[in-house]
């Protein structure tokens, strides 16, 4: 017998962002700049209170939510960040092991740590050739162990949306009994008006969860609340699993404060949307191939010379983020950082 059970030693460990002093950080997809005034004021006055226990039901937040995508506030499930709810979704879906996890590789590096922590298994499908989701290929691996699915998009690392067109297909093709969670942590970055959003697929699809967070376009991503909207069954599992107290007063507050001035927040995005395509075609300027991207991040498919890339810019103090003989990862930021970034990127040889 061991103490711990062995599986975790096989854990895949999360890779942090590194943090370098007088370095930018363009590694974990943030925004540099801090919450909005309003948010920054909310989390104060909620920390005066921060003696009593945060509200539970997390009601007003839960409410405030349910009200902005018209929906029942039974169907809304408020998580401390995405991650957490991923993690919860596994727990409300998957026994142990037999039943299956299935998602696109690459993609988000938290869907295989959280389908092993829930004991289940892992099931990838590659990315085609344009770093985007195969989702036919994904539908016919799907089989009756799958429980579970995972469709990142804009996908993470490596930009690209999901199109409605493909993705109602592929709700079609998956039985109804499998969870399909539309992970939408960029929504905010999207342009592309063939693009997926999962709000209107909802009502028809009990199966389909949307998952949205408050860490990217909102500025948060220290405050940690995220959320999902589901059926009310499948919200109703979500909070039963929840880790109890997990979204703090001060996160709640935040958080509503950021839906109360969401119109200003959110005009943010348009400024990264616009560097965004000023930094992919710098680095298609520099020989760099660059995914059509609608995130706030683009994708160097670099392969094997992605950590050499990855060491060139940290020695010139810009943190970008490497995922092993795959490619790099790079946020865009304010046009001074960006600038920095190109620059750096334009003396990479290898
Ligand atoms: C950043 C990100 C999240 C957000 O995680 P939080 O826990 O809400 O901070 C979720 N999914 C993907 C794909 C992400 O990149």
């Given at each position: 017998m061991t103490l711990i059970r062995p599986?975790?030693?096989?854990?895949?460990?999360?890779?942090?962002?590194?943090?370098?002093?007088?370095?930018?950080?363009?590694?974990?997809?943030?925004?540099?700049?801090?919450?909005?005034?309003?948010?920054?004021?909310?989390?104060?006055?909620?920390a005066a209170g921060g003696n009593r226990y945060p509200d539970l039901g997390v009601v007003e937040l839960t409410g405030r939510l349910a009200d902005l995508y018209a929906l029942d506030p039974e169907r809304v499930a408020v998580g401390c960040g995405s991650v957490t709810l991923c993690q919860q979704l596994v727990q409300v879906t998957c026994l142990g092991p037999g039943d299956e996890v299935l998602f696109a590789w690459r993609s988000f590096e938290a869907y295989p740590i959280v389908t092993r922590i829930g004991g289940a298994e892992v099931r990838t499908v590659g990315l085609d050739a344009d770093h985007r989701h195969d989702l036919d290929a994904m539908a016919a691996a799907v089989t009756e162990r799958t429980r579970l699915v995972f469709v990142c998009s804009p996908n993470n690392p490596t930009g690209p949306a999901v199109h409605r067109d493909e993705f109602v297909r592929f709700l079609a093709a998956v039985p109804s009994d499998v969870l399909v969670v539309l992970d939408e942590a960029y929504a905010e970055y999207v342009t592309d008006p063939d693009a997926v959003s999962g709000r209107a697929l909802l009502d028809e699809h009990p199966n389909l969860v949307v998952l949205r967070t408050f860490s990217k376009a909102y500025r948060m991503a220290g405050l940690r609340v995220g959320y999902a909207l589901a059926s009310?069954?499948?919200?109703?599992?979500?909070?039963?699993?929840?880790?109890?107290?997990?979204?703090?007063?001060?996160?709640?507050?935040?958080?509503?404060?950021?839906?109360?001035?969401?119109?200003?927040?959110?005009?943010?995005?348009?400024?990264?949307?616009?560097?965004?395509?000023?930094?992919?075609?710098?680095?298609?300027?520099?020989?760099?191939?660059?995914?059509?991207?609608?995130?706030?991040?683009?994708?160097?498919?670099?392969?094997?010379?992605?950590?050499?890339?990855?060491?060139?810019?940290?020695?010139?103090?810009?943190?970008?983020?490497?995922?092993?003989?795959?490619?790099?990862?790079?946020?865009?930021?304010?046009?001074?950082?960006?600038?920095?970034?190109?620059?750096?990127a334009s003396s990479f040889r290898s």
């Open positions: 599986d975790l030693d096989t854990l895949p460990a999360y890779v942090p962002g590194r943090t370098v002093p007088g370095a930018i950080k363009l590694a974990s997809n943030e925004v540099a700049a801090p919450p909005a005034p309003a948010v920054l004021e909310a989390i104060a006055r909620a009310v069954e499948v919200a109703t599992a979500l909070r039963k699993v929840a880790p109890p107290f997990g979204v703090s007063s001060v996160a709640q507050a935040g958080a509503i404060a950021a839906l109360e001035h969401r119109e200003e927040i959110l005009a943010d995005c348009a400024a990264v949307v616009s560097e965004r395509d000023r930094v992919a075609a710098g680095l298609r300027g520099s020989g760099f191939t660059v995914p059509q991207t609608q995130a706030n991040f683009v994708w160097l498919p670099l392969g094997d010379r992605a950590a050499a890339f990855a060491a060139h810019c940290g020695e010139r103090k810009v943190i970008v983020r490497p995922f092993a003989t795959d490619g790099v990862r790079v946020t865009v930021s304010t046009p001074e950082e960006n600038d920095l970034l190109l620059d750096v």
